[in-house]
């Protein structure tokens, strides 16, 4: 990918993580049928969880009608029977009443004390990693997760969000397993594929996430997120014009946000598509607002720099009709710069003049202002006044760099090249570059005969 290709990828993966950042546990408390296996079974198995004695059976058997019905007076009759050497059982179920009662803190406690009980407990290690899932606490719920599967749970949801909670830790191989253990036991369960979609995305298994969302779509084409998801996918391998039809599809659905907007009009400018991208540019510039005026700018920005003219203009224009009375003074330079520039490459130097005299008039410091009136000067052959507008913008700086490169060009054009070694020698100094060096290269070259 080329740099700008890659600025893109990333803008986007930024724009679409927030997807697959939901913690999965959420939905997953809000599901009656998990919510009853989680709490209401209170059988036990054999070997691989704690024995109950005659006496705890018979205390169980007394206790079941009243878990079912009154359980907040099932928890008190609990707390007076359990002590340091009754079954763990007890204290498991007195856990999960207390999850059922929605005193989580609790909850956690008695799930550790069942499992000092009774270190091999499966279900203990099972639910206290799945009520740690659901609190957030992922580091430990990892922890927990794994012994449990460890010591022989087969659960679904316990893959999932043991998957999950390696991906809040950026450990994607691991993650990766977890998911798809998850998908093979609930392939009915969208969270995981979402979360396993994530860890290729991650991997740069580009394609098989493609795949995956061509799965998920053809069961949820509306599921705009879905849409933009695999549209970084596309982004990852190369195709970024499949990703700009996702795109589209979201945007026709009224669904695209200004960053999904602006993002589909830098991927039209990388195809060398203005006229698309001036359309999804101003699409975005109405979803705008004021603190989104850089993003707009740098539109028109982007036009002005590859020669679309045409383009920059209409951009310009969309931006005082947007933001009016919005903008501010230093807005109002940049604007005016732009539209300066756009003048002097469509040949209007009248216009671009009067325009960068009003801009240094008001703003002294305006480095792209002096550079830009620097350079008209010296193509109208009057190169002591360039010479002037370039030494005051090399003494800002942040556009030295800019103001010795393009004094040195004018330089080079009045063959000149004794005087622009030194200056592209600075400017490579303040950043290095290829293009700059071959250049400053071949200057040298010039100056030596």
Not at 49 to 74: G, Y
Request: glycine letters at 4%; a negative charge; aromatic letters at 10%.
């Amino acid at each position: 990918m080329n740099s700008h290709f890659v600025r893109l990828f990333c803008a986007f993966f930024c724009l679409a993580a927030p997807l697959a950042a939901k913690n999965p546990a959420d939905a997953l408390w809000k599901d009656p049928a998990f919510i009853k296996s989680f709490t209401g079974s209170y059988g036990f198995l054999a070997g691989a969880e704690p024995s109950v004695s005659t006496e705890e059976v018979e205390a169980l058997r007394n206790l079941i009608d009243v878990i079912n019905v009154r359980p907040k007076i099932a928890i008190e009759q609990l707390e007076q029977q359990i002590t340091a050497d009754t079954s763990a059982a007890f204290d498991f179920i007195l856990a999960n009443l207390y999850f059922q009662e929605g005193q989580l803190i609790k909850a956690e406690k008695h799930y550790k004390i069942a499992i000092e009980k009774y270190p091999d407990f499966r279900r203990a290690y099972k639910n206290l990693g799945l009520l740690q899932a659901q609190d957030g606490n992922f580091e430990d719920a990892v922890i927990t997760i794994s012994t449990a599967l460890e010591k022989g749970v087969v659960d679904g949801r316990a893959y999932g969000l043991l998957g999950y909670g390696y991906l809040t830790q950026e450990l994607y191989y691991p993650a990766e397993a977890a998911y798809r253990q998850a998908i093979l036991i609930q392939p009915k369960v969208d969270d995981w594929k979402i979360g396993l979609a994530r860890c290729l995305l991650q991997t740069e298994q580009y394609a098989d996430a493609i795949a995956l969302f061509d799965t998920l779509l053809k069961k949820t084409p509306d599921n705009a997120d879905y849409w933009l998801l695999q549209s970084n996918a596309y982004l990852g391998n190369n195709r970024s014009l499949a990703a700009a039809q996702n795109i589209e599809i979201v945007r026709r659905m009224g669904k695209a946000e200004l960053g999904t907007l602006t993002l589909l009009g830098d991927i039209y400018m990388n195809n060398e598509l203005p006229d698309l991208a001036l359309d999804a540019y101003i699409a975005a510039s109405y979803k705008a607002t004021k603190k989104d005026f850089a993003a707009i700018l740098r539109a028109a920005s982007l036009f002005n720099r590859s020669g679309n003219n045409e383009q920059a203009t209409a951009m310009i224009s969309r931006i005082r009709e947007s933001f009016g009375e919005q903008i501010n003074d230093d807005q109002e330079l940049e604007l005016l710069t732009l539209e300066a520039k756009t003048a002097r490459t469509t040949g209007d130097d009248t216009k671009a003049i009067t325009l960068l005299n009003e801009i240094v008039k008001r703003d002294s410091l305006n480095g792209e202002a002096l550079i830009e009136l620097g350079k008209y000067y010296a193509e109208q052959g009057d190169m002591a006044r360039a010479r002037t507008r370039f030494q005051e913008a090399e003494k800002i700086e942040m556009f030295e760099r800019a103001a010795l490169i393009a004094h040195a060009q004018a330089l080079v054009r009045e063959a000149d090249y004794v005087k622009a070694v030194p200056m592209l020698r600075r400017a490579l100094q303040i950043k290095p570059e290829p293009h700059i060096q071959e250049y400053a290269r071949r200057v040298e070259r010039a100056a030596s005969q």
